[in-house]
């Protein structure tokens, strides 16, 4: 799917019918990757330099940091907007893909974990809340594994104090409701009206990342960050365990060989055709992925094992019944 094919239906749910904008599908370090660009190869790298030509929008090979909005329908004229993952390039994905799909709010957001790539907009989130010098607003509601909260403590202190202390003066921040979430399959949580299943995954051996399902219509998956399957998690959504998925969204961060911390597209494919689902997109590229050369290998590939199978791209639209 090119870039010219984002546009879906824009306009209001006359039908309630959710969809899902991918707002990133690139790696931590985002594409064109930077080094690329300031201290060129010879010759240059062709998906890299797209990006000195095309402008983003209209560059599907232009990729931020992974993040999913969920527009969730939940009946006729009735919108709920929820944001997975915060990441660097957040402010970014707002002025490119909200002003696009015309999306006027996030009304709760949902970590798969703590990473920069996942949480370092998260100072940013007040830019898309009402104005409030001192900060009299309802504060977005954030879920989030204990790691990451740990984590976020650190990393944000003034974004997870309750209270300001005696003598200090207030600053406009993002007003966030800190909910913790389970690493397990068997404790769903509801955000904005969307039940949500945490889908633990390891992210390199020593570290578990969150996924997660949703939709009672039509079933979906996204993990973004994942170097092997808990066996748990791939039973609960494969279609061997009884649950085949009808979309899922899941990590290939390089083209060929393997990494400690992220699938590859081999261990990618390799996991499709066991979980089964009725259609797959893949995100989190790095610069090795050439979106349009890639996506006529994955047509082959997707007709030989009866599984669509594509490059996701920022700013895709898909609607879907959830």
């Known amino acids: 799917m090119d870039v010219g094919d984002v546009i879906s239906e824009n306009g209001n749910c ?5 969809a899902l904008i991918f707002l ?3 790696c931590s370090s985002a594409v064109p990757n930077a080094m690329c660009l300031i201290k060129p190869s010879d010759p240059p790298c062709e998906v890299c330099f797209q990006s000195l030509s095309t402008p983003p929008e209209s560059n599907p090979n232009y990729r931020c940091n992974t993040s999913l909005l969920i527009d969730y329908c939940p009946s006729a004229g009735e919108h709920k907007y929820i944001l997975i993952d915060v990441g660097k390039t957040f402010r970014e994905q707002v002025l490119r893909w909200f002003t696009f799909h015309k999306i006027p709010q996030v009304d709760s957001i949902v970590l ?4 920069a790539d996942a949480v370092l907009g998260l100072d940013d989130i007040r830019a898309v809340q009402p104005f409030s010098p001192v900060n009299a607003i309802e ?3 954030i879920f989030l594994n204990q790691h990451a ?3 976020l403590k650190v990393k944000f202190p003034y974004l997870v104090q309750k209270k300001l202390k005696a003598g200090q003066e207030v600053r406009r921040v993002a007003q966030l409701d800190w909910k913790l979430i389970e690493n397990d399959c068997k404790s769903p949580f509801v955000a904005s009206g969307l039940e949500i299943v945490p889908l633990p995954v390891m992210h390199g051996e020593d570290y578990i990342c969150l996924g997660f399902s949703f939709g009672k219509n039509s079933k979906v998956a996204y993990i973004s960050d994942i170097s092997r399957f808990i066996e748990e998690t791939e039973l609960y959504i494969s279609k061997k365990g009884g649950r085949q998925l009808d979309l899922l969204i899941l990590d290939t961060l390089y083209k060929n060989n393997s990494h400690n911390t ?3 597209f081999p261990q990618t494919l390799e996991a499709i055709k066991r979980l089964q689902p009725k259609r797959a997109y893949l995100i989190g590229m790095t610069h090795e992925f050439d979106h349009h050369k890639d996506n006529e290998f994955l047509q082959d590939w997707s007709k030989r094992e009866g599984i669509p199978v594509q490059l996701a791209h920022d ?3 898909i609607p879907m019944q959830l």
């Open 14 to 18: 006359e039908q309630p019918y959710s």
């Open 24 to 26: 990133g599908t690139g």
């Open 112 to 115: 798969t974990h703590e990473h």
């Open 139 to 141: 504060p977005t509601p």
């Open 149 to 151: 909260m740990e984590s």
């Open 262 to 264: 992220h699938f590859c």
């Open 315 to 317: 700013g895709l639209r």
